[in-house]
């Protein structure tokens, strides 16, 4: 089966870092995806990850951990317009499985 | 960049009715085309993934004749809802594959009334 777990919900100060988590039990990986969504739009592009370890984007950070099935999305210098959906998605063969999706409000 | 047009972006009908959704690679051939559904603060739902020039497949659960997907060109990827009822409505996206990434659209809100 195909299980992806990721937090309903977080806050978080505008200024501050936040960690957005998301652990995957499925039949196949062919990488891990980090995508944006604003309400009533289609995601965004954040990150992808297909080996282990940290792959830094601007204020964006993503982390693998292959045999933990393991990976966190890192947000720094948080501003008010990152307040959005952070959707984690695993490539199984040539499909995307997503997770619910981490609702993130920041706060000034 | 890559980029995916969806249209329409909101469609309102009577219960019934069908209505169809398209979704066209500007820039890019897609060979793989894939259509999901997302209801009010949930995920997005795969519910069919569809190939240039043969048929689609569906998730289990999806109602293969309800959701007709065709998917004539490496550029062009439709989807119709027949016989539309309430329970339909949602916000459909449609995601095509170039490479090694997925191009999103911008999503359709149907709303069946």
């Known amino acids: 089966g195909q299980n992806i777990d990721q937090p309903t919900e977080m806050t978080a100060t505008e200024g501050a870092i936040v960690q957005i988590n998301c652990t995957y039990q499925t039949s196949g990986f062919n990488g891990l995806f980090w995508y944006q969504q604003h309400a009533g739009e289609a995601p965004t592009f954040l990150s992808y990850?297909?080996?282990?370890g940290l792959e830094e984007k601007g204020r964006f950070s993503s982390f693998l951990s292959r045999s933990k099935g393991y990976s966190y999305l890192l947000l720094k210098e948080l501003q008010m317009k990152d307040s959005a959906s952070y959707l984690c998605?695993?490539?199984?063969?040539?499909?995307?499985?997503f997770g619910a999706g981490t609702i993130l409000r920041v706060k000034s | 960049g890559a980029v995916v047009s969806q249209h329409p972006s909101w469609v309102i009908c009577k219960s019934g009715t069908s209505v169809k959704i398209e979704c066209r690679s500007l820039d890019f051939q897609a060979t793989t085309m894939f259509w999901y559904r997302q209801f009010p603060k949930q995920s997005l739902m795969l519910m069919a993934t569809s190939n240039e020039g043969s048929k689609a497949t569906y998730e289990q659960g999806v109602e293969k004749d309800k959701f007709l997907i065709n998917h004539a060109s490496l550029t062009l990827s439709t989807l119709t809802v027949t016989s539309a009822h309430p329970e339909d409505s949602s916000f459909y996206i449609c995601?095509?594959?170039?490479?090694?990434?997925?191009?999103f659209g911008s999503g359709t809100r149907l709303t069946v009334v």
């Open positions: 990850n297909v080996l282990d």
């Open positions: 998605a695993v490539r199984d063969g040539n499909k995307l499985v």
């Open positions: 995601s095509a594959s170039g490479g090694y990434g997925y191009t």
